[in-house]
């Protein structure tokens, strides 16, 4: 069931086509059986609808099915769904694939699509941010509850591994901290006026490009890299955030002079986002910081982002995205999805997190 | 079993103590029941040894055991094993862990310990290369068709998640190739004579702090990185290569004057270990590179290691190694434990490579 059907999502259908053979290889075949859209109507079809076609379809403006009556919630739909296929849901088959819009201020709607899934009895599976960053802990513990994976490697580094990582290849390992660049819109803008353009024109580069949200604010003000903190200090050190309770400054501070004075210096102004434990606490923290040129933040232009994890038994490594885009993300879901159906193969309920 | 008790293998069995209670969360309690050393002895109790305090024995110049008669090979010993504790190698709960020294021109003794090891129906764990670099596809079918284990984490970045990445956290993906800097005693070398030093005070260092390798032509004319470049290559692009069908230079025809020009152009020169499908063959190199300098691999400092992976559907990552040490590698036979482990509870038999 998809619950939002913008690029990602539509990416994500033609991505299942694309890997029929080692989904197949993974013992999974994948039928989707419903589509809720914002403004290209819904479809519900235990059945299974041609998601590709009506892909295409909605690229050409017109509609998913011949429902455009969208007055009920997502959730009122995905409620719905998990009725008309209880069958499915009951044998642990039913995966509500989420990536609405997010409202960055409260982590909704996508907060109420997890727990009506996830009520349904459905596995949820999501590209966005805001469960995570907002109600990490409430939403693992209703999965555990309801005996179904509750999945989100495309929150951060789109489909760059960072939760799977530190869930399936650091057992008995204890993460200590973070520290990273997380935000493509502001790093490109960084290294935009670095070269010389202004911060205004490397903004609506990135705004043109599809890249930076629409209200800039959300960038340039490190809201989206607080989240995205969360997220990460949330899963990987058992904090109890949410974005306000990162300390945040964001970048519209940053002139061109002091980048050059950094510069000059050999240094490079990032915005990074930090977590480390203090004895129970777990302090976050989005700011600008001047970097030493050698520091592997410094080194990241453009729209690349890096997470440097700290931890006690293999000191520091890094995880470095080069390239980024839709099929990135669409991809986090891809693995997401199979993670459900390994352990649908298993038996096993979902591993629990033990930090 | 422990097959070979040098560095590493001393630093996991106190890791083995020191991780017991996330050890036990994973429903594991571990036992050392053998240890075949090179000049220190041999003990085998299937009721148990205390490992830790043998451990420190050794380091006082000690012997683990009253039978320092080492004539048999550690094969012999690892047969013995096995046969001694038939009942637990039936239950799958027997393990080899192998730490060996490596002849690296053949991937001896530690290849035949594999077999024995599975022949005796245990799982094996290294952190040797050698397996992986002479013989991972006979000894994976080996593994299959015994139903056990076969895992070597630490071969490559010490206790890095490399291979378990691409396992676990990359599935439905193809890794198209990859390149990077993947010895410390070049790379080491290389910063130091950009600094200043000549290359035979680099090296020396190196060697004094038990880092290079004593022969120094398996570090500086590259054996080493093509190793660990045909470990990567058969892993992960599904190779058949040794270490000898890996192209290599190594870097002594390097001189101070090329790192300088290298450097007065904004360049830097660095081993680089890269391997890429080409229609059904793997092409695997190791060589000087000159790089420019925001390429990630001419930021990587002293005794830093890193891996930029090419994939289909991710673009390209990368996993950056900062430290490295004894706990790491350590840490790596601790992670392949768990594994082991965990596959056990799933009652599954090891996951095949796909790719």
Redesign the interface.
């Known amino acids: 069931v998809l619950v939002g059907f913008g690029n990602v999502a539509r990416r994500f259908v033609r ?1 299942l086509e694309e ?1 029929r053979v ?2 197949s ?2 013992g999974l075949d994948t039928r989707v059986v419903g589509i809720a859209t914002r403004r290209h109507g819904r479809v519900l079809s235990p059945g299974g609808v041609d998601a590709v076609m009506l892909a295409g379809r909605v690229e050409s403006g017109g509609a998913v099915g011949p429902d455009t009556d969208t007055a009920g919630t997502a959730a009122t739909f995905i409620r719905e769904a998990a009725r008309r296929c209880a069958a499915a849901a009951r044998q642990h088959r039913l995966v509500v694939v989420e990536t609405t819009t997010l409202d960055i201020a409260r982590g909704q709607p996508a907060i109420r699509h997890v727990r009506a899934a996830l009520a349904g009895g459905a596995h949820v599976i999501t590209a966005n941010k805001g469960p995570v960053a907002f109600a990490y802990r409430a939403l693992a513990q209703a999965a555990t509850r309801a005996d179904r994976s509750f999945l989100f490697e495309g929150a951060v580094m ?4 960072i939760f ?2 530190a869930r ?6 204890t993460i200590t901290g973070f520290r990273g660049v997380v935000n493509s819109t502001t790093n490109y803008i960084l290294t935009s006026m670095e070269n010389g353009e202004t911060f205004d024109a490397a903004l609506a580069s990135m705004q043109r490009a599809g890249i930076a949200e629409a209200d800039a604010s959300f960038d340039v003000d490190g809201w989206d890299a607080a989240a995205k903190t969360a997220a990460l200090a949330n899963v990987l050190l058992g904090a109890r955030l949410t974005p306000a309770g990162v300390e945040r400054e964001g970048i519209r501070d940053i002139t061109a002079d002091r980048l050059d004075t950094a510069r000059a210096g050999g240094r490079r102004i990032k915005l990074v986002a930090s977590a480390e434990r203090s004895g129970r606490q777990v302090r976050a923290r989005v700011a600008p910081m001047e970097l030493p040129s ?1 520091d ?1 933040l410094a ?1 990241l ?1 453009g729209q690349q982002n890096a997470i ?1 994890v700290q931890t006690d ?13 839709l ?2 993300t ?2 986090a879901l ?2 997401d999805l ?2 459900v159906g ?1 352990r649908m ?2 038996g ?1 309920a979902p591993r629990r997190w ?1 930090r």
Do not use: C, M, W
Request: overall charge negative; hydrophobic content about 40%.
């Open positions: 991505l890997k080692p989904l290889l993974e789109d489909g760059i591994p799977n990582l399936e290849t650091l057992p008995a390992a050698d592997l080194g232009d440097i038994v293999l000191g520091e490594f890094a995880v470095v995205q080069r390239g980024s885009g099929t990135q669409a991809y891809l693995a199979i993670t390994r193969q298993r096993s033990r």
